[in-house]
C-alpha cells in the first residue's frame, strides 16, 4: 500500500530529476567546450569527446536522480511517518530467520 502511495511522488521527482539533470550536464559541458554536447547519432564525432560527454551525462543524472530519489522518499516519510522502500533495520531482524 506504501508503495502505491509512494508513486505519484515517485513520478514528480523523476521528472523534476530528468529536468534538473540536463540544465546541470548542460552547465557543466559548456565549462568543458562552447560547442553542444556531442550525440552518438552524429557524423565525424571523436570517440573521445563523445564518451567524456556520455560519461558526463551518465554520472550527472545518475547523481541528481538518486538526490530526487532519496528527498522525495525523506519528504514522503515526513508526511506520511513511513519510509517508502527498504528499512535496513527490519532487514537486519529478519537475517538468520528461515523463511
Same mark, same amino acid.
Request: glycine share 12%; net charge positive.
Given at each position: 500500500?506504501? %508503495?502505491?502511495? @509512494?508513486?505519484?511522488?515517485? /513520478? ?12 546541470? @550536464? $548542460?552547465?557543466?559541458?559548456?565549462? /568543458?567546450? +562552447?560547442?553542444?554536447?556531442? +550525440?552518438?547519432?552524429?557524423? &565525424?564525432?571523436?570517440?573521445? %569527446? ?5 560519461? /558526463? ?10 538526490? @530526487?530519489? =532519496?528527498?522525495? +522518499? ?6 506520511? &511517518? +513511513?519510509?517508502? &522502500?527498504? $528499512?535496513?533495520?527490519?532487514? $537486519?531482524? =529478519?537475517? &538468520?530467520?528461515? $523463511?
Amino acid at each position: 500500500m506504501i %508503495k502505491l502511495l @509512494f508513486r505519484p511522488f515517485a /513520478i514528480v521527482a523523476g521528472l523534476l530529476a530528468g529536468r534538473t539533470s540536463r540544465k546541470a @550536464f $548542460d552547465t557543466l559541458w559548456r565549462r /568543458i567546450d +562552447r560547442k553542444p554536447p556531442p +550525440r552518438p547519432e552524429e557524423r &565525424g564525432v571523436g570517440a573521445g %569527446k563523445l564518451a567524456l560527454a556520455l560519461v /558526463i551525462e551518465g554520472a550527472v543524472f545518475r547523481a541528481v536522480r538518486g538526490l @530526487f530519489d =532519496h528527498g522525495s +522518499r525523506r519528504w514522503f516519510a515526513k508526511l506520511t &511517518g +513511513r519510509w517508502p &522502500g527498504e $528499512d535496513p533495520a527490519k532487514k $537486519d531482524e =529478519h537475517e &538468520g530467520q528461515p $523463511d
